[in-house]
């Protein structure tokens, strides 16, 4: 059966991808954000994880306002990126995982949940940025994908409480896969962030905080927030915390708990609270 490895969880803001782009990475505004990662990229090239379930959310580059699903997967041998309007160079296309795919989406439906499969699927930068940040060495990462998008953009959004259950769901499915493939999940967005209205720029560094404290030592905390509540505290786009809700959901289904890697917290960049996390499942 495939290993369940490990998490990752990364903030995916457009101006990584043109910093990343310019290469900016040393300057001041960006060294702290960039910095983070360096103890990741050597865990993972300890590791090195074949295939990446990525739990994240469209922009409007693959569905937008009028057709926007709770729950899609991928199910492409390739992924593409396209033009965003942000800016951000295109990457080349990502390999997709179909074995791995199309056993999530059987399993996922027997669990009861209603989700839009896709057999062609535009990738935004909510899914190549953090391939960028991960693997900064390549033009395209080592790994197989397979992308889930939860929507956090068009009222009403999922429940954090389904939004667990998903993530246990699909943790549970990668275990059953009969591969000797090691998969990671992975969960692009966050933290706390408000783009628009009176709120624009709100920033919750204490609600921050415990969440990322939550992900190692008590996954469920958030739950107990309502989708309005999250948002509340959060901000309007900081209710994308929902996709390392689902990614730390599935590492709950194996092995006996979780080493917490490395973190990494540091605002503002874009008006946004940045985050980073990774997790290895213990035996």
Known sequence: MAQLIGGLATSHIPAIGKALAKGLQQEPYWKPFFDGFAPVHQWLGEVKPDVLVIFYNDHGLNFFLDKMPTFAVGAAAEYHNADEGWGIPQLPSTAGELGLSWHLINQLIADEFDIVTCQEMLVDHACTLPLKLFWPGHEVAPVQIVPININ????????????????????????????????????????????????????????????????????????????????????????????????????????????????????????????????????
């Open 152 to 283: 956090t953009v068009q009222f009403p959004l999922p429940t954090a409480k389904r939004v667990y259950k998903l993530g246990q769901a699909v943790g549970r499915a990668i275990q059953s896969w009969d591969s000797d493939k090691k998969v990671m999940v992975l969960a692009s967005g966050g933290l706390s962030h408000q783009l628009e209205g009176e709120r624009a720029g709100h920033i919750n560094s204490q609600f921050d905080k415990q969440f990322l404290q939550s992900m190692v030592s008590n996954p469920e905390w958030v739950t107990q927030f309502s989708d309005l509540e999250i948002v509340e505290k959060a901000g309007t786009q900081g209710v994308e915390l929902l996709m390392w809700l689902a990614m730390r959901a599935a590492l709950t289904t194996a092995g006996s708990g979780v080493r917490q890697v490395h973190s990494n917290y540091y605002l503002p960049i874009s008006n946004t609270a940045t985050g980073l996390l990774a997790l290895e499942t213990l035996a």
